[in-house]
């Protein structure tokens, strides 16, 4: 009788550990396994620190990774200072055979390398811009801002500001987000001082600041007190700026007035968090691309951000307004 209630304690406790085991009514029957992270890369043609093109994205990359529960819900990896396309590419594939989920190929200049990448990798998300091409591919995001529209908001403000009547432009290339910029611009000077010159330099570098700087000094020898610009490079503008001590800036892509609070007057920042968490969203519901993405200063895409500490004229601030609302609403529409 004794043996018999032992077998039974023994086949007892042989039960609950299988009930353990299988997950039934222990503590552990609640764990599951944490859910991998979204992993995203992106490839940029200048630093993260550029306060300009490539610290637009990687700012709303880490704003997107905040939102949506830090480093465990959303892995990002980057590399920087691609200027060398075929470098570039080479990073692209490296990232897509390493199984991220999103590669951002930050670069217009990348357009070729994504084309001829995403093909290999059908389950894997690639965007790239500024640009509204896809390709044709279902795996291929295409993203652009409408920068005409920031552009000429700060064109009505240096219109308005300049006393000498010459505004000097310093560009990279005259193509993507950096012609529709200074074009946009142009065409806000001409509205509220159609008698203004505005004079246009393109270095044809995006990354050259020495270029960039020279350009800057020779607008303003030739009169300019104020300066605009597009790219990573303007940061030698906004020096020579600094040099001269009396020209104004405004800038575009990002929030610049770190670089000058004295002289910049107001910004044009790019706001790509709103496109990326969409991607996501898609991407997690196996729709890795297809679509073109536009920032605008309707769907918030586009921001102007005026430095709080320049003493911008009422009256000036008030015509900025204006145009902001217009170009909001749709009764003012700027050509690209």
């Known amino acids: 009788m004794k043996r018999l209630g032992i077998m039974f304690i023994a086949l007892l ?5 299988a009930t353990v085991w299988a997950g039934g009514s222990s503590e552990a029957s609640g764990t599951t396994k944490a859910a991998e992270p979204f992993r995203i890369a992106v490839i940029m043609p200048s630093a ?70 995403a093909p290999d990798f059908p389950d894997t998300a690639f965007a790239w811009g500024t640009d509204v091409n896809t390709f044709g591919l279902d795996n291929v995001y295409a993203y652009t801002a409408a920068a005409e529209q920031g552009g000429y908001v700060n064109g009505v403000i240096a219109g308005m500001m300049t006393k000498s009547g010459i505004i000097g432009v310093t560009g990279p290339i005259d193509v993507g987000d950096a012609h529709t910029y200074i074009s946009g611009f142009s065409q806000g000077v001409a509205l509220t001082n159609p008698k203004a010159t505005v004079s246009k330099t393109w270095t044809g570098s995006f990354s050259d600041v020495a270029l960039m700087a020279a350009a800057a000094q020779t607008h303003i020898s030739a009169g300019a007190d104020i300066l605009t610009g597009s790219s990573q490079s303007v940061v030698g503008s906004i020096g020579a700026a600094e040099k001269a001590g009396a020209v104004y800036w405004f ?26 968490k969409e991607i996501i969203a898609a991407t997690e519901t196996g729709v890795y691309g297809g679509k073109t993405y536009i920032l605008t200063l309707a769907n918030g895409g586009l921001k102007i951000g005026f430095n709080p500490d320049f003493a911008l004229p009422a009256d000036v601030k008030a015509k900025a307004d204006e145009v902001i609302k217009g170009i909001t609403s749709g009764s003012i529409t700027v050509a690209p």
Request: include cysteine; charge should be negative; charged fraction near 15%.
């Open 48 to 117: 993260t620190t550029d306060t300009a093109f490539s610290q637009s994205m990687w700012s709303a990359l880490k704003t997107v990774q905040a939102d949506m529960g830090g480093e465990s819900a959303v892995e990002l990896v980057y590399t920087e200072n691609m200027f060398k396309v075929p470098d570039a590419a080479a990073a692209i594939r490296d990232y897509a055979t390493q199984g991220y989920n999103l590669i951002v190929a930050h670069g217009s200049q990348y357009g070729s390398s994504v084309e001829e990448i």
């Open 13 to 17: 406790f042989c039960a609950m550990t």
């Open 251 to 276: 800038g575009t892509q990002a929030d610049q007035t770190s670089l000058s609070p004295k002289l910049v007057v107001a910004s044009q920042v790019y706001d790509w968090v709103a496109m990326l």
